[in-house]
């Protein structure tokens, strides 16, 4: 979806919102995440994408571990756990109707370790939000979020600065960062290997309700 361009995406949310497609969430956990889905349908319908290659992985949240990496969507965007062909033998069925368009997730069996190792042994550079480094943060539920004007705080949630990175990047009102001094590939990859959770449960908007995921996917969530 990189292809698509920046202003396009830009354009896309402004578009839905003006068209009351999506409305801005409101209150303490308000999340601008809805807006990713309306952007990304109307994108697929604009230039009638077959396929669209994304970077989900089975490991990092359960709805996502029922994925196929060929993942059928229907006419509408939406996912159905029923209609996912099975993948046997590394076998492959990318066949799609009229209508229909395909998820594709080339490295869905991989895990956080895998990706962290592959970016050693191919020496990738990759943003440094990904690294330990100071910034003004907020306690929350036990979390500590990316201090902003895009974030709702109460007078209670006053902001400190703290040595923080963040394993999962996605939206400021729904993604929280984790303590480290990690500020080194060889220290996230020791840090990987002590993590108890995945990288998505910094993500507060998977925990709204036991199938918050599920959910997304359903309504067209990439």
């Known amino acids: 979806m990189e292809s698509l361009g920046l202003e396009l995406i830009v354009r896309n949310v402004q578009d839905s919102i003006n068209q009351g497609k999506v409305k801005e969430e409101t209150g ?7 807006l990713q889905t309306v952007t990304l349908l109307d994108a697929i319908e604009e230039l009638k ?30 996912w159905n756990a029923k209609m996912q062909r099975p993948e046997l033998f590394d076998m492959l069925n990318g066949k ?12 869905s069996n991989w895990t956080e370790l895998d990706v962290w190792n592959y970016i050693r042994e191919e020496r990738l550079e990759i943003p440094s939000i990904y690294f330990s480094h100071e910034r003004e943060i907020i306690e929350r539920d036990g979390m500590y979020w990316p201090f902003s004007p895009y974030l709702n705080t109460t007078e209670e949630e006053v902001p400190f600065r703290s040595k923080v990175r963040f394993r999962t990047v996605g939206d400021m009102t729904c993604t929280a960062a984790v303590l480290s001094e990690a500020d080194k590939l060889e220290d996230i990859i020791e840090e990987i290997l002590a993590a108890k ?10 925990k709204r309700s036991e199938a918050a995921m599920e959910k997304r996917k359903q309504a067209g969530y990439f």
Do not use: L, M, W
């Open 49 to 78: 994408f077959d396929a669209c290659i994304g970077g989900a992985r089975r490991d990092e949240e359960k709805a996502r571990a029922k994925e196929r990496i060929f993942s059928v969507r229907d006419e509408f965007g939406q």
């Open 96 to 107: 799609i109707n009229i209508g229909e368009n395909v998820r594709v997730f080339p490295i």
């Open 28 to 34: 303490k956990y308000a999340s601008r995440n809805a």
């Open 197 to 206: 959770i995945s990288e998505r449960g910094a993500r507060i908007d998977d």
